[in-house]
């Protein structure tokens, strides 16, 4: 991609209406370059909706990408919900290529007092599956799966980035505030920040910076990681140094912003990027 691009998690707050065409023109109309399709309550969309989405999309040149729902657990001991989840993300997937949208993310996994690399393998073989289908099909569509807010669940930095090293079409979505709250208030300063990025570049190569996934918002924790998503000027979030990481290793992509002002968080962070 050409540069890092800044939007929101779904339909922009100040939107004349609540569907995602309507969301896709406020985010042109306030400047910003990107949406994500929130899908975190059940993929809702038909495809002739899509088709519509897509089209809106590439009229304003607004890049997408979309949310997966948060009922996805691929580690599940129970087959059932194991089968369920893999059909989640494929829905998500199809769908989301429908739109247009460049990929697509979800929280992969749950521990449940299984061993770590056990679940990893199982992911693996998850993804490995759900990949295979939607190339069969034709669907190009990355697959992320998101750093995640907590220790209890799937996804570390170092789980993500070992993924998206080992299966073709996996790459991560590098959620900032998460591994901020997942590890009790680290990460927060510009030397850390860069780490973070050094690993995806050492880990994937230097192409990963040139087409990240980027997840950032105000974040409240508690020992145990994530509590919920707060607006920025309300958590202790250093952004400022995040964007002098980002712009000093010259990360591309798209930076989604999940605060609950969303569209206000996302423009502040836009403006204070291009300030740099």
Not at 157 to 164: A, M
Not at 227 to 250: C, G, M, T, V, W
Not at 259 to 270: G, M
Request: aromatic letters at 8%.
């Amino acid at each position: 991609m050409d540069k890092l691009y800044f939007g929101t998690a779904g339909i922009p707050l100040s939107a004349k209406g609540k569907d995602p065409v309507a969301g896709i023109k406020r985010v042109r109309e306030l400047g910003l370059g990107c949406m994500e399709l929130e899908f975190v309550y059940g993929v809702r969309m038909s495809p002739q909706t899509a088709v519509g989405v897509r089209q809106a999309a590439e009229e304003t040149g607004v890049m997408l990408s979309a949310h997966g729902p948060y009922y996805i657990n691929l580690s599940s001991q129970e087959v059932p919900k194991r089968e369920s989840s893999r059909e989640r993300i494929l829905t998500t997937a199809r769908i989301g290529h429908l739109c247009g949208a460049r990929s697509i993310t979800f929280h992969a996994a749950f521990f449940q007092k299984q061993d770590p690399e056990s679940v990893y393998g199982t992911v693996k073989e998850e993804l490995k599956d759900i990949v295979a289908i939607l190339r069969k099909e034709g669907n190009f569509i990355w697959v992320r799966p998101e750093l995640t807010g907590k220790s209890s669940q799937f996804g570390s930095l170092e789980e993500i980035i070992r993924l998206s090293g080992e299966l073709e079409g996996v790459m991560p979505c590098v959620d900032f505030s998460h591994l901020h709250a997942r590890t009790g208030g680290d990460y927060n300063n510009y030397k850390e920040f860069c780490s973070i990025l050094e690993a995806v570049k050492n880990g994937l190569g230097g192409q990963a910076m040139d087409d990240m996934h980027i997840h950032v918002s105000g974040i409240e924790y508690t020992p145990k990681g994530e509590r919920k998503h707060l607006n920025i000027s309300d958590s202790d979030f250093n952004y400022p140094e995040l964007l002098q990481a980002l712009k000093e290793y010259d990360a591309r992509g798209l930076l989604i912003c999940e605060s609950p002002n969303l569209e206000e968080d996302a423009l502040l962070l836009q403006e204070e990027y291009i300030k740099l």
